[in-house]
């Protein structure tokens, strides 16, 4: 017996909303406050933002070595600190700042680094949910959690846009959607979950082929929007705008087309580009750490001792000898450990990404994942041209997400990089769904069995995440 096919943009929504709904609230409800990847910097993020602090700043910091260092942070209420407070602060060995007596407004200095350098646009709902939380009388915790529960809205509702807007891709959008990974950042304060959700509602804004009259304009401008809001929040994705430049037109007419879409590209990075410089010049500041001595890549005298991750200091190991500015990425990526750990993770890591899933859990996602992609045969796919060029930005974005890490996080003059995560690459499948999808054109092409794969995989979640989560939680 044949099984009927997934129907169109009601049977996607309504399984996203009827799935992904309970995992967000048990996991909103039952992991503690702090044990999602960076959410006590992304708690503090929000607080701020909540208290009307707008962007961050510098301020001289004392740790616990007793050295002094400028660090990039904000001033909260210390109460967010303690709410976020799953672990020492120097559980990872790094160097941790002594808390400050509070001020006269009753704040202390809470250090963020990169975070306090992320605009505040999509820390809107979390902020929302704290005030909200406050206003009803909650106690901290109970307000960041109706924080969590705010983000968590704002990733359904952009996924449900998603995957009622596609025309194509809508089973891989579900996929990407659904996966542990981005529902646990969903249900968290942290800004990845709407990053990635944003990603995909551009990518199914331009899955039209081709896109024609004023619906084909709107479309345009809300995918430039969605993705000028990715990039101002993760510069390193800049290259995901290559996505407003499909479907591609003839050879013979791509001058042209390239002379109109070229400015709106330009636009949607334009804002991250002027946030960058303004953040890195005023906001931005090094990582301290334990004194070190610079690894085997570093061109300097020696000694070189460093007490703080130096980005400029980086910049002259890798121009030193420019090819490692391809070969310090590709020695991380050809990495089989690190490849696997990115997968991984990517899939789910609860925690600091110290919690892994069960293995039968990322071998359901491996196959809802995949299956569906190499089953799926009905409709042709783009243009080869326009699936290389897609394809190619999302292995540039990688490269930039890797180098940003030996740039920002890695210690001067290491051979290896430090700090990529499988959540990283959440926000470059969109790309990819745009580039493979089939579909006739005018229409969502479906397959049958295994595109429910992915809801099969979603629904064994409904139950499994919570449990796992449970067991997780530390203490």
Request: hydrophobic share 55%; charged share 15%; glycine share 10%.
């Amino acid at each position: 017996m044949r099984i009927p096919a997934p129907g169109g943009p009601r049977f996607w929504c309504g399984a996203f909303l009827a799935l992904c709904l309970p995992v967000c609230l048990a996991l909103a409800l039952i992991v503690p406050l702090g044990e999602v990847a960076d959410e006590a910097a992304h708690l503090a993020r929000a607080a701020a933002l909540s208290e009307g602090q707008l962007v961050g700043h510098r301020e001289t910091v004392t740790y616990a070595d007793g050295s002094t260092h400028v660090a990039a942070g904000m001033r909260i209420d210390p109460v967010w600190i303690r709410a976020g407070r799953s672990r020492p602060p120097d559980v990872r060995g790094t160097l941790a700042p002594i808390e400050a007596e509070p001020g006269p407004d009753g704040r202390v200095f809470m250090p963020l680094y990169t975070v306090a350098t992320y605009p505040p646009l999509l820390y809107a709902p979390g902020a929302a949910g704290l005030l909200a939380g406050r206003a009803l009388g909650l106690a901290p915790e109970g307000a960041a959690r109706l924080g969590r529960l705010a983000n968590a809205a704002a990733y359904l509702a952009l996924g449900v846009a998603a995957l009622a807007l596609a025309t194509r891709g809508r089973a891989a959008l579900f996929a990407l959607l659904a996966l542990p990974m981005p529902l646990s950042l969903a249900a968290s304060l942290s800004q990845d979950a709407l990053v990635v959700a944003l990603a995909a509602l551009a990518a199914a804004l331009l899955t039209p082929r081709p896109q024609v009259g004023r619906g084909g304009y709107r479309r345009l401008w809300a995918a430039a929007g969605a993705l000028a809001l990715v990039v101002l929040a993760k510069p390193p994705y800049a290259p995901l705008a290559a996505m407003l430049l499909v479907p591609l037109p003839p050879r013979s007419a791509i001058g042209r087309f390239l002379l109109r879409r070229g400015p709106l590209v330009a636009l949607a990075v334009a804002p991250a580009a002027l946030w960058t410089l303004a953040a890195t010049a005023l906001v931005a500041t090094p990582v301290p750490r334990p004194a070190y001595e610079a690894g085997p890549l570093w061109p300097g005298p020696r000694p070189a001792t460093f007490s703080a991750t130096d980005p400029g200091a980086q910049a002259r190991v890798l121009l030193a000898e420019p090819a490692r500015l391809l070969t310090v990425p590709a020695k991380y990526l050809f990495g089989l450990k690190h490849l696997i750990a990115l997968a991984r993770e990517a899939i789910g890591s609860f925690g600091w990404a110290d919690r892994p899933l069960p293995a039968p859990l990322y071998a359901l996602w491996a196959a809802a994942l995949l299956v569906p992609w190499l089953a799926d045969r009905r409709g042709p796919l783009p243009p080869g041209p326009e699936r290389a060029g897609l394809a190619a930005c999302a292995v540039l974005c990688l490269w930039l997400v890797i180098l940003s890490q030996y740039l920002s996080w890695t210690d001067v003059g290491t051979d290896r990089v430090d700090g990529p995560q499988g959540r990283y690459l959440l926000p470059l499948a969109p790309m990819l769904i745009l580039a493979l999808a089939r579909g006739r054109i005018g229409t969502a092409a479906v397959g049958r069995w295994p595109a429910l794969l992915p809801v099969a995989a979603a629904a064994v979640d409904v139950v499994a995440l919570p449990l796992v989560a449970w067991g997780a939680a530390p203490g």
